[in-house]
């Protein structure tokens, strides 16, 4: 059971746009930033978002994060099937002094 | 551009010891902080532990207190993870990842492309 809550699985036509959710608490995401990172299938994870809202460079401004109290949410528009991946979520927890991710979400491209 | 290289994996009995390694290159080894992570087989990202630029500071997830230890070598610019007393569930992918501001609190990136751990009888 993961400290950070995300769905299993979303999906979506290509094109539309998918959101995937986060939830913490206020020793988490409640009073840290958070930080998205995508994995493609068979490969190690990439940074997507940071700080909740930026992106690095490089990271197209279809993925886009936001945070609002202990919840965070990263949001793809214009959907791609090379965006079928593995999303989780990440920050730092003041309790438990550790990184702690979300279970991960799988987003399917219809 | 930053590499991150794992070495040391492998077959360990339950038990036994194992200590990973990671070399990186690119970049200010002694002016960032570093961090491992595991997954599991088929299973999500887990942060394992965290070391400051100097190794004054390490922080660890529960399930490994007490049996791993995070340390590095800035002048190899070399970072280790000593896993002792594995169990089963250690079984897992370990990345090395470097903390992108250079402190701690992340975020975690580049990775590297990780060591597989397999601890079995």
């Known amino acids: 059971q993961s400290v950070l809550t995300q769905p299993p699985s979303v999906s979506a036509a290509p094109g539309q746009k998918v959101t995937i959710s986060c939830s913490g608490s206020?020793?988490?995401?409640?009073?840290?930033?958070v930080s998205w990172y995508q994995q493609l299938p068979g490969t190690a994870p990439k940074l997507l978002i940071y700080d909740s809202n930026k992106r690095p460079s490089g990271i197209p401004d279809r993925f886009s994060g936001s945070k609002s109290g202990t919840s965070a949410t990263l949001d793809i528009t214009g959907l791609q099937t090379g965006d079928e991946a593995d999303y989780y979520c990440?920050?730092?927890?003041?309790?438990?002094?550790?990184?702690?991710f979300g279970g991960g979400t799988k987003v399917t491209v219809l | 551009q930053v590499q991150l290289v794992e070495s040391g994996g492998g077959v360990v009995q339950p038990g036994r010891s194992l200590r990973l390694s990671c070399a990186a290159s690119?970049?200010?080894?002694?002016?960032?902080?570093m961090h491992w992570v595991r997954q599991a087989p088929g299973k999500g990202l887990e942060w394992v532990a965290v070391?400051?630029?100097?190794?004054?500071?390490?922080y660890y997830v529960d399930s490994v207190k007490g049996r791993f230890t995070i340390s590095r070598d800035n002048s190899k610019n070399t970072l280790y993870l000593q896993m002792n007393s594995l169990r089963v569930e250690d079984t897992a992918l370990y990345y090395c990842a470097k903390d992108r501001r250079g402190g701690i609190h992340g975020p975690i990136d580049p990775w590297g492309q990780g060591t597989l751990v397999t601890v079995s009888s």
């Open positions: 690119g970049f200010t080894f002694s002016s960032s902080g």
């Open positions: 990440a920050t730092w927890d003041n309790s438990l002094s550790a990184w702690v």
């Open positions: 070391i400051s630029y100097d190794g004054s500071n390490k």
């Open positions: 206020n020793s988490n995401i409640g009073n840290n930033y």
